[in-house]
């Protein structure tokens, strides 16, 4: 531990997508990039930890305010690291990648959320799609490696055999899907539960077609453990917003919607080092076990299935499901 590190680069997009659960540009105190300096001192302090992997999000990592900056950090520790991006700044971020990255940079994930312009546009915002399809097209021939992350919804449940077919076509290595946060703003995307499955057997399905892709689902399905241990409970994932906070889970930072962003907060990495940041980590999750298990005894968990990623969301106040 810590086996993965998302780092939170920079709170700014130039995308507002519909269905993103951020609150982009807006984190109480306006925008923020994180302090390279910061960065340098933590991965140094990773080390011992033996960390396999960076994982640098955002908003969009490439309008960080020194990219340049950032990637050197990144190559000067005896680590790998990827980015997400939405593609659309690629044609000027690649040449910093084409110029700087070494092997230790093991590619980029591209948000793609439909296999046509239309349905990928109505969530991410006009002319993005054809913008995305640039970024693959200047990745391969400049040897980059690439994957495509689809968020799934209601918006493209029907399209998601074709995306596997592009990301097949167009050379990508990967293809990731997400299950989509909800906040108040998405409900109208967000999947029934049989639509979850229905995407599940399709997934399984694009997996057995493609057998060159890397197909996956990440954590925020339904499962019938109501103590499952994801990466942040088992601390084999960290994350660390823009701001230098080590946060619970990458994906409770900077929340849409909540009515407080500080309750997952654990320690400022501004201030301690790692090492006690880690600590404070461990007490918090021991205390979020405590009350868990107190849940599940006490008999709130209404079915044998349930999705983990809800309950820490009520728990932490970022959205209360009616589900829960």
Same mark, same amino acid.
């Given at each position: 531990?810590?086996?993965?590190?998302?780092?939170?680069? !920079?709170?700014?997009?130039? +995308?507002?997508?519909?269905?993103?659960?951020?609150?982009?540009?807006?984190?109480?105190?306006?925008?923020?990039?994180?302090?390279?300096?910061?960065?340098?001192?933590?991965?140094?302090?990773?080390?011992?930890?033996?960390?396999?992997?960076?994982?640098?999000?955002?908003?969009? =990592? !490439?309008?960080?305010?020194?990219?340049?900056?950032?990637?050197?950090?990144?190559?000067?520790?005896?680590?790998?690291?990827?980015?997400?991006?939405?593609?659309?700044?690629?044609?000027?971020?690649?040449?910093?990648?084409?110029?700087?990255? !070494?092997?230790?940079?093991?590619?980029?994930?591209?948000?793609?959320?439909?296999?046509?312009?239309?349905?990928?546009?109505?969530?991410?915002?006009?002319?993005?799609?054809?913008?995305?399809?640039?970024?693959?097209?200047?990745?391969?021939?400049?040897?980059? =490696?690439?994957?495509?992350?689809?968020? +799934?919804?209601?918006?493209? +449940?029907?399209?998601?055999?074709?995306?596997?077919?592009?990301?097949?076509?167009?050379?990508?290595?990967?293809?990731?899907?997400?299950?989509?946060? =909800? !906040?108040?703003?998405?409900?109208?995307?967000?999947?029934?539960?049989?639509?979850?499955?229905?995407?599940?057997?399709?997934?399984?399905?694009?997996?057995?077609?493609?057998?060159?892709?890397?197909?996956?689902?990440?954590?925020?399905?339904?499962?019938?453990?109501?103590?499952?241990?994801?990466?942040?409970?088992?601390?084999?994932?960290?994350?660390?917003?823009?701001?230098?906070?080590?946060?619970?889970?990458?994906?409770?930072?900077?929340?849409?919607?909540?009515?407080?962003?500080?309750?997952?907060?654990?320690?400022?990495?501004?201030?301690?080092?790692?090492?006690?940041?880690?600590?404070?980590?461990?007490?918090?999750?021991?205390?979020?076990?405590?009350?868990?298990?107190?849940?599940?005894?006490?008999?709130?968990?209404?079915?044998?299935?349930?999705?983990?990623?809800?309950?820490?969301?009520?728990?932490?106040?970022?959205?209360?499901? =009616?589900?829960?």
């Amino acid at each position: 531990m810590p086996e993965i590190i998302v780092v939170e680069a !920079t709170n700014r997009c130039n +995308l507002n997508c519909k269905h993103c659960h951020k609150n982009i540009n807006d984190m109480g105190g306006g925008t923020a990039d994180i302090d390279l300096f910061l960065l340098d001192r933590v991965l140094g302090e990773t080390e011992r930890y033996n960390t396999r992997i960076v994982m640098v999000t955002g908003g969009e =990592p !490439t309008l960080h305010s020194d990219w340049e900056g950032l990637v050197a950090v990144l190559e000067k520790h005896d680590v790998d690291y990827v980015f997400t991006s939405n593609g659309t700044t690629f044609r000027e971020a690649h040449k910093v990648l084409v110029r700087g990255a !070494t092997d230790r940079f093991k590619g980029i994930m591209f948000s793609l959320d439909g296999a046509k312009a239309e349905t990928n546009d109505a969530i991410r915002g006009e002319g993005t799609f054809d913008k995305v399809m640039g970024a693959f097209k200047l990745a391969r021939m400049h040897g980059i =490696p690439f994957g495509i992350q689809t968020v +799934l919804g209601s918006y493209n +449940l029907e399209e998601l055999a074709e995306i596997g077919e592009l990301a097949e076509n167009e050379g990508a290595g990967e293809l990731s899907f997400l299950v989509m946060k =909800p !906040t108040l703003e998405n409900l109208e995307y967000k999947l029934s539960p049989m639509q979850a499955d229905e995407a599940e057997q399709k997934i399984k399905a694009i997996n057995e077609e493609h057998r060159r892709l890397k197909v996956g689902l990440t954590t925020g399905n339904k499962t019938p453990y109501p103590l499952f241990v994801c990466r942040s409970l088992a601390m084999t994932m960290i994350g660390i917003d823009s701001s230098g906070l080590l946060r619970f889970c990458p994906d409770l930072a900077n929340y849409r919607g909540a009515v407080s962003d500080d309750s997952d907060i654990v320690v400022d990495l501004n201030t301690k080092p790692l090492q006690i940041a880690l600590k404070d980590l461990s007490n918090k999750i021991n205390l979020f076990w405590h009350k868990k298990i107190d849940w599940v005894m006490e008999g709130i968990v209404s079915s044998t299935e349930y999705d983990p990623c809800l309950y820490c969301l009520s728990h932490f106040g970022k959205y209360e499901s =009616p589900e829960m």
